[in-house]
């Protein structure tokens, strides 16, 4: 029973990967520097779920904290990015 | 396989279906403001069906809280970093893109 | 289906690291090397490294991607110039740079046959390696019992190999105060002042951060009393911490700067002095960092708690003390 179900949380996760290998075309393709976030972004989601799913493939539950810890982090970088590194001073005097 | 293992085959695969129709969205829609729409839907919804999906498998409650904690946190990144990724676009004049009007989009980058 | 998930994993870690390296655009290299962070923690996750995969976790997503990102708002931002904080000699970017002139190509040369010649030989190395004359994991199973905690990881870095740690957390300290010194002593910042137009997009980030700084400090809680029985520990728990910190740096809730007050250096010292006194308290046992049995596991939590409080505010502060520098 939980055999099939653990094979189909290991498929799931080859899909995911895969997806994630098709998404990096949009960093090197661009073109604004958020188009590349982008991509980046949909790596740590589908990692929390990638993570989550290789918990329940038999990678020990270990992983979900690891997922959980990508969770809670997931913001920093994109808040980062558009307060910090995306941003001239001039935009701000704009009305 | 039982009817909760079929639920849950169900709701995984739905959720994989989202991930990559989010893919499908960032690779082929035409400027940053529709790639994020795509974006959170695998956000959303991809890794909310997942999540609902492996809660059939979890084996007590606190695990299964803890897989719902990890798609809430997930949720507010999303929401909050889709905003400032959309304002901070928008304040740098990138015009969102119309269907009639093909040749606004990408005038100003870095 | 395992074998499928490791090559793809290690074609993308290879791919995005050759990029990362080669692509002439900065902002393209960094989130480059942000998914390279990512791709690596799930290849920790596969070799069944759950405790570095969790490091990796909160130093990819809450730090790294941060310290490179705000770094790239330094060099782009038209600031920079008169703030005098960088000379326009060191800001690179992509264009303008002419072909390389002959010594380059020279240069560049030597350093690949070098670079194979390394390589190669630590390969052979590798290969040339004996046997070992020990099984290691069976002497860590072996003494478990007597180290105090339940989780392998943690009896090796705090009992077996505690002086390791004690040398790898001064080292984190040494690193602070090399970025204190280049930070330049600027006194301690109030909060970066925003124009009134920024403020409003503030909004959002702020609420974030207030929901999450709580969240982080359970996690890091969580992750220490982790770690006594599962992966987990000081390290990952720091990392969290200072993560929380650099988003309420982020948006605007904590100052950044270069000058800690006392009682900030006291915490910063504060992992780093408890671990020695624990040292120097059981030298009696005659061999470094060997605990008595019976105190090892209350022992190991007061090293970790004291560790976790002062790698959190290492780690935040190699972010906080150039952070916004420019924008204060």
Known sequence: MTMDLSALNQLLAVFLLANLVLALWRVTRGPTPADRLLA?????????????????????????DVALVFALLAAITGTAFSLRAWRREEDDERP | MSGLDWLSAIFLLVGAAFFLAGTVGLLRFPDVYTRLHALAKADNLGLGCIVIGLLFQADSLAAALKLVLVWLLALAASATVSFLVAHRAWRRGIAPWRADEPGIRRHDES | MNLAFDLLLIAALLWSAGRALTTPDLF???????????????????LDAPDIALAEAAIGAGLTGALLLDALGHLRGPVRRKSGLIAPSTVMSSEGAGPP?????????LAIVLAVALGLALAGALLLLPEPAISLPREV??????????????????????????????????????????????????????????????????????????????VAGYLLWAGAHQPGGAFQAGAVLAAAAVLLNLAGLLPGGATPRWVLRAGLGFGLLVFLAVAAAVMGQGVLL?????????LIMLIETGLTLSIGLTLAGLFLALSGASRQ
Do not use: C
């Open chain 1, 40 to 64: 980046a972004l949909l790596f740590g989601t589908t990692g929390v779920a990638l993570l989550l799913l290789l918990a329940h493939a038999g990678g020990g539950m270990a992983l979900v």
């Open chain 3, 28 to 46: 393209r290299a960094v989130v480059l090397f942000i998914v390279f962070g990512l791709l690596m923690a799930l290849a920790w996750a596969r």
């Open chain 3, 101 to 109: 002139a002959f010594p380059t190509y020279f240069l560049n040369g």
């Open chain 3, 141 to 218: 199973a072996a003494a478990m019992d007597a180290s105090g905690v339940a989780h392998p990881v943690t009896a090796v870095l705090l009992n077996f190999r505690g002086y390791d740690t004690l040398l790898e957390v001064a080292v984190l300290w040494l690193a602070l105060l090399g970025v204190l010194a280049v930070a330049g002593g600027r006194a301690p910042g109030r909060a970066p002042v925003t124009p009134r137009s920024a403020r409003a997009s503030l909004k959002v980030p702020r609420l974030l951060a207030r929901v999450l700084a709580p969240l982080a400090l359970l």
């Open chain 3, 290 to 298: 060997q605990y008595p049995p019976a105190w090892a596991g209350a």
